[in-house]
C-alpha cells in the first residue's frame, strides 16, 4: 500500500491551534505556553464490556471509565490542543466497547448518548434529533450548535455518522470521525470559531436493507428541516479518517465545486498532499450537495476492511486522525470574509 508521508514522532501530534491562544476563559487539556508542553491525558482503562444487554447499565459503563476532561478555572493564556489519544478514546468507545451499532439499534442509540454526555461535559448543549428508519426502527441525529463571537446568521455544518453497518464494529467507519468531531468539539467549546457552527453526529447513514437508496436517514432528515431563519452556507463530512492511502476532499461533482476548492487550497498551505475525488454520494454531504450546498466529504481512502469484521481500532493511524485534524483547524483558521462570501453566492 502505497504511503502518504506522516511524521513519525508522537510529540508532533499534538498541535497548536494558532488562532485558538488566546482569551479562553476556560479548558480542558491545556498546555503551559512552551511549545514542548505535552497533554496529559489520565490513562484510565475502558472495563471490558460483556453483557449482551445495552441501554442505560453500558452508558454508565463507558460514560464513568472514560475519564472526563478536566475542566479548570480561567487560565489565560492558553493553548488548546489536539489530544489524539482523547480521539482514540472515543473511537475505542465506540467501536469496542459499544461495537457494532447498526442503524437504529439499541447500541446506535447508546453511542449517541455516549456522545450527548461527552458534548455536555464540554459545557456544550446537544440535542437529539428522531427520525424513523426503514423497518420500523427510529433512529437518532446528536446535534449541537458552537456559536462564533459574534454569532453569525450564516452558519456551516460539519458532520460524521454514528452507525456501522454490520458485522463491522466500524473503528475507521466512523468511530474515527466522531472522534476527531468530538476532539475538535471540545477546542471550540473553549475557543470559539470564526463562523457559528453547528456539529452534527449523524444516525443511520449506512444502508439498512437490501435497497440500495436506503441510507443517510439522519443526514436527509436534517437537511429537509434546515431552518429559515439561518443560512447555511456549506456542510463538510467526517467520514473514513483513519485508514487508507489517499485524502481527499470529496463531492458528486453535483454540486458548487466551492467549499472542497476551498480546503484542497488549504491542504497545499499546509503541506498536506489531498485531491479531489468525485463519486456516488456515500456519504453524509448527499443531501445537502443535492440541494445545492457547498459540500466537501473529507476521507482517507480505500481501507480494505469496510463493512468487515476487521474495520477494527487496531488498524487506525493517529497520524492520519493529525492530519484530517489539522486539515480541519487549518480551514478555519483561515477562513476570510471573502471565503465566506464565496460560499454564501455559491449557495441556495
Ligand atoms: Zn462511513
Given at each position: 500500500m502505497a504511503e502518504t508521508s506522516h511524521s513519525g514522532s508522537l510529540n508532533l501530534l499534538l498541535f497548536l491551534v494558532p488562532l485558538l491562544i488566546?482569551?479562553?476563559?476556560c479548558t480542558t487539556t491545556?498546555?503551559?505556553?512552551?511549545?514542548?508542553?505535552v497533554v496529559s491525558q489520565e490513562e484510565t482503562a475502558i472495563p471490558e464490556f460483556r453483557g449482551q444487554g445495552t441501554g442505560d447499565a453500558l452508558l454508565d459503563s463507558i460514560l464513568n471509565a472514560t475519564s472526563d476532561v478536566e475542566t479548570t478555572g480561567p487560565v489565560a493564556p492558553v493553548a488548546v490542543t489536539f489530544d489524539v489519544e482523547a480521539a482514540m478514546d472515543h473511537i475505542e468507545a465506540l467501536a469496542v466497547d459499544i461495537g457494532v451499532r447498526v442503524a437504529g439499534s439499541a447500541e446506535e442509540t447508546v453511542a449517541a448518548e455516549y456522545i450527548r454526555g461527552k458534548l455536555e461535559g464540554m459545557g456544550l448543549a446537544p440535542a437529539i434529533e428522531t427520525f424513523p428508519v426503514d423497518g420500523g426502527r427510529t433512529s437518532r441525529n446528536v446535534v449541537v450548535d458552537i456559536a462564533s463571537a459574534p454569532e453569525t446568521t450564516r452558519y456551516m455544518i460539519l458532520g460524521g455518522h454514528i452507525d456501522s453497518k454490520?458485522?463491522?464494529?466500524g473503528a475507521n467507519d466512523n468511530a474515527s470521525g466522531v472522534g476527531v468531531l468530538l476532539e475538535l468539539a471540545r477546542m471550540w467549546a473553549a475557543v470559539p470559531p470564526p463562523i457559528d457552527l453547528q456539529l452534527v453526529f449523524y444516525g443511520?447513514?449506512?444502508?439498512?436493507?437490501?435497497?440500495?437508496?436506503?441510507?443517510?436517514y439522519g443526514s436527509r432528515a436534517h437537511a429537509a428541516a434546515l431552518p429559515a431563519s439561518r443560512d447555511l452556507i456549506g456542510m463538510v463530512s467526517v467520514d473514513d479518517?483513519?485508514?487508507?492511502p489517499d485524502l481527499h476532499a470529496r463531492?458528486?461533482?453535483?454540486?458548487?465545486?466551492?467549499l472542497y476548492n476551498q480546503f484542497l487550497t488549504v491542504a497545499e498551505d499546509i503541506g498536506l498532499k489531498a485531491s479531489h475525488k468525485s463519486g456516488p454520494g456515500f456519504s453524509d454531504h448527499e443531501p445537502y450537495e443535492v440541494k445545492g450546498y457547498p459540500v466537501a466529504w473529507l476521507q482517507y481512502r480505500l481501507s480494505p476492511d469496510g463493512h468487515t469484521p476487521r474495520d477494527t481500532i487496531d488498524k487506525i493511524d493517529r497520524n492520519r486522525l493529525v492530519d484530517v485534524t489539522r486539515w480541519i483547524t487549518a480551514y478555519f483558521d483561515g477562513l476570510s470574509a471573502e471565503m465566506i462570501n464565496d460560499l454564501a453566492g455559491n449557495s441556495p
Open positions: 488566546v482569551g479562553a476563559g491545556t498546555s503551559n505556553g512552551s511549545d514542548d508542553s454490520s458485522p463491522a464494529p443511520a447513514e449506512e444502508i439498512v436493507d437490501s435497497d440500495p437508496d436506503h441510507h443517510h479518517v483513519g485508514v487508507g463531492s458528486m461533482s453535483r454540486g458548487p465545486a466551492t
